[in-house]
């Protein structure tokens, strides 16, 4: 079903009226109230008038996860705090998340897109949706959670972990819909079969996951576990949050960009050259309707392409392919960003100097586990097994009390991390997927 | 009273301790007590060797992370009860005993244990005043 048939279905020509139009008034009120914008306008010598078609936009300068740190934490407001309803921040490197905020129309904006892609993932009004997204400063649970409640389905505010009481509910309950993470979702799957739980006898019928790297052999296994139709979700919380596309249950073929709010491009990572639809690259977006936290041309650092086809559900909306890496070092653990810088950080405020450390991802009964190797140099080397054990017990606590994700702490010897060109090699993403 | 005590970290990977000793063999060092701990990761050895700093030396040298503290040797008589006479002592003040480990003597009817205290001072006067012997590092590295 289509949530908003006239924005979702409208010719690309008046589509990309809309879109001009929106894109105008934002430049336009950014570069009067956001100082950071005006700047970065005046120092690239152009004026928001200037921007007379969409193609124009190529003229405006990227903004980056950098800039969102600098302006931390409101910098990047566009509305004084008083029309500020929502605050959300997602992790970033040394201990500053990048935090958002949205005005009440922001809410509702959000709201209308997730439900929209609920929709388009299956949903109806008629339906449970469990979901299992974490609830909190992460934009997934409440994301999913005000859509559902736009579309008028009833939503399980399950969150996430505690997996068994999850599979009671899913059990007692009888949801239709989940929505999680892939990761935990096959996890799931797992804690059921032990529990003698068959998914033939539960009541799903579709599932909507994202906000972490997966693959179409993993949409199989879900799809064949739970004997449900998998759809991906994309969505940061720069831009807005989870519902920023998603795919149609009809296809599976590609993110609808939700066009009317959203304004994606394609660019060269390297030369910052936007690329033409089809060509790999990195996703770039300007909000067009957001109020609070509207951003210009932010660099998502994920790889994708645009394909501007038509497709079979009758959405006129150009989608993105499903992400299939990021431009940095990045990683993204059971849905949480993980810089290795942070754990850089974690590691300089033990010992004081520059350590050497390893980050080796893999994926275990379909959970992601990290382990972070450490160097035992002079400083924190200790002749007591209790304290070396000690040590690996005090960067574990410390790494799961910044960036929100257990680790595996393992100390090994000196010159063990290999390194390439004599910069030790940082991480080692053993998923596949 | 002190007698210094070289350590090495260790992964839990075979062939480990036989590169020590064979690096410190290299050397001429000739290693008079040992004694290892370990988790299932990692150890950590522990050595009294006759050469302290050529030892260091020469296991920096190959990457690895040495580690100095001091210890304290003890004589203990040679027979039943021993080893407890000291440790009975040292319980009454409640001095903790972190590790300890032989030291190989031939040709002598004491034992000498290596003790590691973390009141290392006050264990040392405990001991003399309760008339154990207590061995000179300079001595330990030549017995």
Known sequence: ?433 | MKVEQISVFLENKSGRIAEVTGILAESGINIRALSLADTSDFGVLRMIVDNNQKAEEALKKHNFTVGKTFVVAVEIEDKPGGLYKILSILHKVSINVEYMYAFVQPNSKNAVMIFRFEKLEEAVRVLQENGVVVIDGDKVYTL
């Open chain 1, 1 to 433: 079903m289509i949530f908003n048939i006239e924005y979702e279905t409208m010719p690309r020509e008046a589509l990309e009226a809309i879109q001009l139009r929106r894109l105008q008034a934002t430049l336009n009120r950014v570069y009067a109230t956001v100082p950071f914008y005006q700047k970065k306008f005046e120092e690239a010598g152009i004026t928001p008038s200037e921007i007379r078609s969409l193609a124009d936009i190529q003229k405006i300068p990227f903004t980056t996860k950098q800039d969102l740190r600098d302006n931390y934490p409101f910098g990047m407001f566009a509305v004084p705090m008083d029309n500020v309803v929502r605050i959300h921040a997602s992790s970033g490197t040394t201990g500053k998340p990048t935090v958002v905020g949205y005005t009440a129309r922001d809410i509702g904006t959000w709201s209308e897109l997730m439900a929209r892609s609920l929709s388009a993932g299956g949903a109806t009004r008629g339906d449970i949706i469990h979901n299992a997204y974490g609830y909190g400063l992460f934009t997934g649970g409440l994301g999913v959670h005000y859509g559902a409640e736009k579309l008028g389905a009833s939503i399980i505010p399950v969150s996430g972990g505690n997996t068994k009481r999850q599979i009671i509910i899913m059990k007692d309950f009888g949801p239709t819909i989940l929505t999680a993470t892939p990761s935990y979702t096959l996890h799931l799957a797992e804690v059921a079969e032990e529990m003698g739980v068959s998914f033939k006898d539960l009541k799903f019928k579709y599932g909507i996951f994202g906000a972490e790297p997966w693959s179409e052999s993993m949409r199989q296994e879900i799809e064949n576990k739970l004997k449900i139709i998998a759809v991906d979700i994309y969505g940061l919380s720069e831009v807005m949050g989870p519902g920023v596309a998603i795919e149609c249950h009809e296809a599976k073929a590609g993110l609808h960009i939700y066009e009317d709010h959203f304004i994606a491009e394609i660019i060269d990572p390297k030369t910052g050259k936007a690329l033409p639809y089809g060509e790999t690259g990195e996703l770039v977006f300007t909000s067009i309707t957001k109020e609070a936290f509207p951003v210009i041309r932010y660099r998502t650092r994920d790889i994708s392409a645009l394909n501007p086809e038509p497709c079979i559900c009758g959405r006129s909306h150009v989608r993105m392919k499903r992400v299939s890496g990021r431009t940095d070092d990045m990683l993204i653990i059971r849905g949480v960003n993980v810089f290795p810088s942070q754990i850089e950080s974690v590691l300089m405020q033990i010992d004081e100097v520059e350590p050497h450390y390893q980050l080796v991802v893999d994926r275990k009964d379909n959970l992601d586990t990290l382990s972070v190797l450490v160097e035992v140099g002079e400083h924190l080397f200790s002749d007591e097994v209790r304290n070396l054990q000690n040590l690996e017990k005090k960067i574990s606590k410390d790494i799961k009390e910044i960036l929100g994700v257990s680790a595996a702490v393992k100390l090994v010897e000196p010159k063990t991390i290999v390194r390439s060109e004599g910069k030790a090699i940082r991480v080692i993403d053993n998923r596949k997927l």
